[in-house]
């Protein structure tokens, strides 16, 4: 059984062969009918030279457009670096502007802490001296009597004086007889000589119905407190009081100034400038 399988293989072998070559001299029979059968053999020339021809030129064509590409490469890698450059360095400029400008900015804000610094040390010390203005103040009002209003300090004492005896007890305390400025300095006397008739530093003992102060300067006319009536004593009259309360019956319901004679005692009002200070 073995040895008959064994030649049918064999005989298959040999068929397949036989196919083979068969085949093979079918394709070769072919060719060499279609080469005779065409008898072109010039025309098949001249067109593998055009094929050449074209295959040349398109070679160059490709060796061209290789360069123009690698000239474009590098061209724009040229411009690519050019640009970078100057990138780079406008760069560089802004981050110097951007130091330069934290270092402004610093410089400024130590300025400002500097500025605070010192603002702080004024008000300190303005604190300070307003505290010891106050505590000077009161401590002066708390002095024999005296009494602080604005630049000035006053005093009343509780006597009864004439207008000159008055002159000399002021001035012996560093002080005169006080000159009313203005109507805030007429309303103070007015409340702290309260219901007493009390001699300002207002006289026209040198010369009639010339009103001078004690400090020799005249009075104005467009300012005064004068009484209704007053000033109305003449040559008797030369010395002046101011009340605030009517309380003498011949003088009726008259307040303000009035020219009265020097030698009659009434109180006092003694006023002394800050700047004229020591210590009564
Ligand atoms: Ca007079
Ligand atoms: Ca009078």
């Known amino acids: 059984m073995l040895n008959m399988g064994m030649k049918g293989m064999k005989i298959d072998r040999e068929e397949m062969t036989v196919v083979i070559y ?10 060499f009918r279609t080469e005779t059968n065409t008898h ?19 070679a160059v064509c490709l060796v061209l457009l290789c360069v123009l590409l690698l000239t474009a490469v590098i061209v724009l890698c040229v411009h690519i670096h050019t640009k970078s450059t100057n990138y780079t360095e406008e760069r560089d400029q802004l981050l110097t502007n951007i130091t ?13 802490t500097n500025l605070t610094e010192e603002r702080d040390q004024l008000l300190t010390k303005i604190n300070n001296l307003t505290e010891e203005r106050d505590q000077l103040r009161h401590n ?33 305390r560093g002080a005169d007889l006080i000159i009313i400025n203005n109507r805030e300095e007429q309303d103070f006397v007015k409340n702290m000589a309260g219901s007493a008739i009390v001699y300002i530093g207002l006289t026209d003992i040198d010369v009639e119905n010339t009103w001078k102060w004690v ?9 005064s407190f004068w009484a209704s009536g007053e000033p109305n004593g003449g040559r008797r009259e030369n010395c002046v009081v101011t009340v605030a309360v009517a309380t003498v019956p011949a003088w009726g319901d008259r307040v303000g100034w009035l020219d009265v ?20």
């Open 215 to 223: 400090d020799n300067s005249t009075l104005t006319s467009g300012f």
């Open 140 to 172: 002066l009002q708390s002095y024999g009597g005296w009494t602080c209003y604005k630049s000035s300090f006053y005093y009343m004492p509780n006597e009864n004086k004439s207008w000159t005896e008055s002159r000399r007890y002021c001035r012996e």
């Open 261 to 280: 004679d020097c030698n009659i005692p009434f109180k006092l009002i003694c006023e002394k400038s800050i700047s004229q200070l020591t210590l009564p």
């Open 22 to 31: 068969e085949s093979a001299d079918c394709v070769r029979d072919h060719d």
């Open 40 to 58: 072109q053999p010039l025309q098949r020339t001249g067109s593998d030279s055009v094929r050449n021809r074209i295959s040349r030129a398109a």
């Open 100 to 112: 330069n400008l934290i270092e402004d900015r610093d410089q400024l804000l130590t300025n400002i």
